[in-house]
C-alpha cells in the first residue's frame, strides 16, 4: 500500500490529453512539493517534473503538472506512442521524514 | 557528464549481509544529498534512505532501520547501503539517486537477491 495513491492505469488515443492523478496527505503533498517520474520498461526512472509544476530542460512542455492542497497531478498532452510508460508520483513526507511515492501508473497509448 | 553507478548487488541468503556501493562522477559530490530507491521484481518504486551532503543527517524507512546503514566517504565519491539480516523482501533492484530539488540523476541499478 503506497503512502500517495495513483490510478494504477490510464490511456489515451495519439494526440490526446490524459491526466494522471496523485493523492496524499498534509505530512506530505500537503506540506511539500510534488515530482513526476517517467520510467520506461526495462530503464531507470527519469525526472519529469519537480516542485510541483516546473519542467526540466529536454522535457516537452506536453508535460504539466500541478497541485492543490494535498493532491496532485501530471497532464500529458499531444500523446504519443513512446509516453507509453509508468509515471510515478512522490514528494517528502515530514512525518515519515523519507520520500513517500504513489504506485505508479501504467499509460497505454492505444 | 553526471554519472552515478551502483554495484555490490547479488545472492545472499536471508540473515546475510551485503554492501551496496553508488560511485558518482560528473558533479560535486560532496554537496548533494544521496537516496537508495528500490524496485521489487514488477513492483513499484520504494524509497529506503537518504543520507545528507556532508553524511550529518541520514533517514530510513521504517523496514529497514536497524538492518540497513547508509554512509558516504566524499573523498572516494561513494556512498554506500550496509544491509544486513536481509529477508526475502528485501529483494529488489537498487537505485542511488542524487538530490537536487528532485532526485535529479539516477544510477542504472544493481539487482539484489535474498533466497535460500
Known amino acids: 500500500q503506497s503512502v500517495l495513491t495513483q490510478p494504477p492505469s490510464a490511456s489515451g488515443a495519439p494526440g490526446q490529453r490524459v491526466t494522471i492523478s496523485c493523492s496524499g496527505s498534509?505530512?506530505?503533498?500537503?506540506?511539500?512539493?510534488v515530482n513526476w517520474y517517467q520510467q520506461l520498461p526495462g530503464t531507470a526512472p527519469k525526472f519529469l517534473i519537480y516542485?510541483?509544476?516546473e519542467r526540466p530542460s529536454g522535457v516537452p512542455d506536453r508535460f504539466s503538472g500541478s497541485k492543490s492542497g494535498t493532491s496532485a497531478s501530471l497532464a500529458i498532452s499531444g500523446l504519443r506512442s513512446a509516453d507509453e510508460a509508468i509515471y510515478y508520483c512522490a514528494a517528502w513526507d515530514a512525518s515519515l521524514n523519507g520520500v513517500v511515492f504513489g504506485g505508479g501508473t501504467k499509460l497505454t497509448v492505444l | 557528464q553526471v554519472q552515478l553507478v551502483e554495484s555490490g548487488g547479488g545472492v545472499v541468503q536471508p540473515g546475510r549481509s551485503l554492501r551496496l556501493s553508488c560511485t558518482v562522477s560528473?558533479?560535486?559530490?560532496?554537496?548533494?544529498?544521496i537516496h537508495w530507491v528500490r524496485q521489487a521484481p514488477g513492483k513499484g518504486l520504494e524509497w529506503v534512505a537518504v543520507i545528507w551532503y556532508d553524511g550529518s543527517n541520514k533517514y530510513y524507512r521504517d523496514s529497514v532501520k536497524g538492518r540497513f546503514t547508509i554512509s558516504r566517504d566524499n573523498s572516494k565519491n561513494t556512498v554506500y547501503l550496509q544491509m544486513n539480516s536481509l529477508r526475502a523482501e528485501d529483494t529488489a533492484l537498487y537505485y542511488c539517486?542524487?538530490?537536487?530539488?528532485?532526485?535529479?540523476?539516477w544510477g542504472q541499478g544493481t539487482l539484489v537477491t535474498v533466497s535460500s
Open positions: 560528473g558533479f560535486t559530490f560532496s554537496s548533494y544529498a
Open positions: 498534509t505530512s506530505n503533498i500537503g506540506s511539500n512539493t
Open positions: 539517486a542524487r538530490d537536487y530539488k528532485t532526485l535529479d540523476y
Open positions: 516542485n510541483n509544476n
